[in-house]
């Protein structure tokens, strides 16, 4: 695997590449299997695989955990190698933003601030700017990112259609523990009887969507009784929420092609999570 420190690096690199196929799976590193099955999943598209791991301070609020957020470059780089990765771009700070950055993208605020972007504001904006700079440097013809970060992937689809990105985006399913909880980099600042009690998340938007395809339309009611159940378990929930997934806007009765989605605080770690309808 060949890694590159420097955006001159990885363009001469792909430059080097021609006309085989690239795809591409941005992270933050600290990686699980979740990050490593789209690996595997970015080989059924291209001949060569390039990995990126930068940690975005854009995307963090103040006092979320950016300095804290876990940085595990040389068993990142095991994991990926093992993986059969070619390539992968690493930047320092430094090298993203030689100076402070003035273009932002801006997703449009029927997307950007509802949801996560409610309770985390700015988010999206810096998500979207990073996604969009590394989109520029590693040129890729695919790009894979995990559902689990539904919202995310929804603004970056949206994004690349309307900035006319002759790049495919790819979804991968989202990988969870034999319990149910989905994978996260995050999951590691779970106490132990925190990680005992964190798969009720996903058995909660479990219980929503099997009631959705049992016919139950009262989105609001099975909403609210989701919220309850995770509060008298002790979680400080934000949202469950029924949304189209095309688009996360509100879903009338009788609409198909729905996603149910739920953030909530177990002790200090924010959870998120989400199931197809």
Not at 17 to 27: E, L, N
Not at 191 to 220: C, H, M, W
């Amino acid at each position: 695997m060949q890694v590159h420190a420097t955006i001159a690096d990885v363009r001469a690199a792909r430059t080097a590449m021609g006309v085989q196929r690239v795809a591409v799976v941005p992270t933050m590193g600290n990686l699980h299997a979740g990050h490593i099955s789209l690996m595997r999943q970015a080989r059924e598209y291209a001949d060569v695989v390039m990995a990126t791991i930068f940690v975005n301070r854009l995307q963090f609020r103040p006092g979320e955990d950016f300095e804290k957020y876990p940085r595990t470059f040389a068993a990142d780089c095991a994991q990926l190698e093992a993986a059969g990765v070619d390539h992968l771009f690493a930047p320092v700070e430094a090298e993203m933003y030689p100076q402070p950055q003035t273009y932002y993208v801006e997703p449009p605020p029927e997307q950007a601030d509802i949801l996560d972007g409610e309770f985390r504001p700015g988010h999206f904006r810096g998500m979207a700017t990073v996604v969009l700079k590394l989109l520029q440097i590693t040129q890729p013809d695919t790009a894979l990112f995990g559902k689990k970060d539904y919202q995310q992937l929804m603004v970056i689809r949206n994004m690349v259609a309307d900035f006319n990105l002759p790049i495919q985006i790819i979804g991968g399913e989202t990988v969870r523990a034999e319990d149910g909880l989905a994978l996260s980099s995050r999951n590691g600042y779970l106490s132990t009887a925190e990680r005992i009690e964190a798969p009720r998340l996903f058995q909660v938007i479990t219980k929503v969507a099997a009631a959705v395809r049992a016919g139950n339309l009262d989105y609001k009611q099975l909403e609210q009784e989701a919220m309850v159940q995770l509060q008298v378990h002790g979680w400080l929930p934000e949202y469950v929420a029924l949304r189209k997934k095309l688009d996360l806007q509100c879903a009338p009765a009788h609409d198909s092609g729905l996603v149910v989605l739920a953030a909530a605080r177990l002790g200090s770690t924010r959870l998120i999570d989400n199931l197809e309808v």
